[in-house]
Every structure is written in structure tokens, then in C-alpha cells.
């Protein structure tokens, strides 16, 4: 049975972290590909970004080619503002006076509640990606 070629990516967001990431993992692969190997870039677009995060990012895709590496932006079906405002969902918690709460909107994304990093990000990557 022959072995399935492994596949090296890197999720790039646009934040300190993944820029810090992506730019130093860059600087090793173009110095030894085989030791820092890096087949594509993925970008999960999340409807929302300020403008500066845009050229930002648009800086980094035209490094990340230049190297000779993929970069791939992908975003979610819906919209941030989807789900922030229209999704509906059944809630099952103790904390409401009903066992079953249909709710609307996922409200504002914060430290306690992540569902803009799962549903633009890890989910798409997942769905697209994983298999």
C-alpha cells in the first residue's frame, strides 16, 4: 500500500500570531524546503475586515507566492452578519426557565463565546480541506 504524500499548511488569519507564524515558517522554507516544507496558505475570509487588514493580507498572499507557494482564500457560505443576526438555533440549557429555547442570532463573538472562529474558520477548513 503505498504511503499518502503528507500535506503542510498554515492557517493565516491576518492577526500578530498567524502573521509572526507564516512569516517566519516562510523565511525557513525558501532557506531548506525540506526541513520547513509548506504547501499552501489558507486564508479564511470572514466578511469583515477593516481595510489596513485587507492590504495587510493582500501583502502577505503576494509574499506567500512569490515564494512559490500556495495561497487560498476561502470564506463561509454565510455571512458574519448571518450569523450574528438571523441564524436560528435550539439552545438546551438549564439557565432558561424552558428546557428548549429557539433562539436567533449567535450575538457578538468574544472570549466565552467563539462561534465567528468556528463557523468562518475551522469549520470551512474542515469541510473543504480535511479528508
Known amino acids: 500500500m503505498q504511503q499518502k504524500k503528507r500535506y503542510y499548511s ?3 488569519s491576518g492577526g500578530k500570531d498567524s502573521t509572526a507564524l ?5 523565511k525557513r522554507h525558501i ?3 525540506i526541513k520547513y ?6 486564508y ?3 466578511w469583515k475586515e477593516f481595510p489596513a487588514m485587507i492590504k495587510h493580507i493582500a501583502e502577505i498572499e503576494k509574499l506567500v507566492l512569490s515564494a512559490g507557494v500556495k495561497f487560498t482564500r476561502i470564506q463561509s457560505e454565510k455571512s458574519f452578519d448571518y450569523y450574528l443576526f438571523e441564524h436560528r438555533f435550539n439552545k ?3 439557565k432558561h426557565i424552558y428546557k428548549d429555547v429557539d433562539l436567533v442570532g ?3 463573538a468574544g ?4 462561534w465567528s472562529s468556528s463557523q468562518h474558520k475551522q469549520q470551512v477548513i474542515e469541510k473543504n480541506y480535511m479528508r
Do not use: Q
Not at 507564516?22 to 516562510?26: I, M
Not at 516544507?37 to 489558507?42: A, G, I, S
Not at 472570549?111 to 467563539?114: C, E, G, H, T
Open 44 to 46: 479564511c475570509d470572514t
Open 92 to 94: 438546551r440549557t438549564k
Open 111 to 114: 472570549s466565552r463565546s467563539r
Open 10 to 12: 498554515i492557517s493565516f
Open 106 to 108: 449567535y450575538g457578538w
Open 31 to 33: 532557506c531548506d524546503h
Open 22 to 26: 507564516t512569516l517566519e515558517w516562510l
Open 37 to 42: 516544507p509548506l504547501d499552501e496558505v489558507l
